[in-house]
């Protein structure tokens, strides 16, 4: 595989930080991601993973620094970062009373998608939700929920893939799914940030693993560093 160029750079990332009030969420954060590449952003509850993901999404502006997803300025062309990305929150995002179906259908008119039925249905039979296509969302269980975001978000074949704790509670077979998808991105070109605290599903879903601890990043390393007990003490070892 050729190394990375400055051509291929989907997500740049420098100096970003967010604040609410007096509490700041991301402090300083620097992240790069690539065509063709998949980073997790690992780190424990409270590290600032969702904040930065969100304002990759274009969903939350940064209070300072500079991001840049596909070659727009989220803080000042929010409406064309969210056309480049899919999006699968960490919490929320579903409408209760509507079905899997027509959040895709919704989905789809949103982005002028034509003839998206095929890959709809394609989506929903690897998630196994084909049987609750049509079925509200409001009795769903909790992964369920998860494995339906991910679809959405992976619809339209985005630039950047940004999937925010996709694994949280999701049984192996949706595991299995999401791991395809990703995979299936990467080999479009498509950038794929993966947020969670699964050290193990960061390994094997990504190359790259960027450790945010306290709202900041502590470490960016190859996957393959945090691999096994030799990698379980490394990643202890950023977080204390």
């Known amino acids: 595989m050729l190394p990375p160029t400055d051509a291929d750079v989907l997500v740049d990332v420098r100096g970003l930080h967010v604040r609410f009030g007096e509490i700041e969420a991301v402090a300083g954060v620097d992240l790069t991601g690539h065509a063709g590449q998949s980073t997790a952003l690992l780190g424990r509850n409270g590290a600032g993973k969702s904040t930065t993901m969100r304002v990759l999404a274009g969903v939350v502006p940064p209070s300072a620094g500079t991001v840049v997803v596909d070659g727009h300025d989220v803080a000042h062309h929010p409406l064309r970062v969210k056309q480049s990305v899919g999006y699968c929150p960490d919490v929320g995002g579903l409408v209760p009373r509507a079905t899997p179906w027509e959040h895709l259908q919704l989905s789809a008119r949103l982005r002028r998608l034509p003839a998206w039925e095929d890959r709809a249905r394609d989506l929903l039979e690897r ?6 296509a049509h079925r509200v969302t409001a009795g769903f269980s909790h992964g369920m929920g998860r494995r339906l975001s991910v679809v959405l978000a992976a619809l339209h074949d985005p630039a950047v893939l940004l999937l925010d704790e996709p694994f949280d509670g ?6 299995e799914a999401t791991l395809a998808v990703i995979s299936d991105a990467r080999a479009r070109g498509a950038c794929v940030l993966v947020s969670t605290h699964l050290r193990e599903l960061a390994v094997e879903a990504c190359s790259t693993v960027s450790v945010l601890r306290g709202g900041s990043r502590v470490a960016t390393l190859a996957a393959s560093e945090m691999l096994g007990e ?11």
Do not use: K, S
């Not at 998630?127 to 609750?132: A, K, R, S």
């Not at 999701?170 to 595991?175: A, N, S």
């Open 170 to 175: 999701v049984d192996p077979i949706g595991v």
């Open 127 to 132: 998630f196994e939700l084909g049987d609750v």
């Open 230 to 240: 030799d990698g379980a003490r490394a990643y202890r070892g950023l977080l204390d």
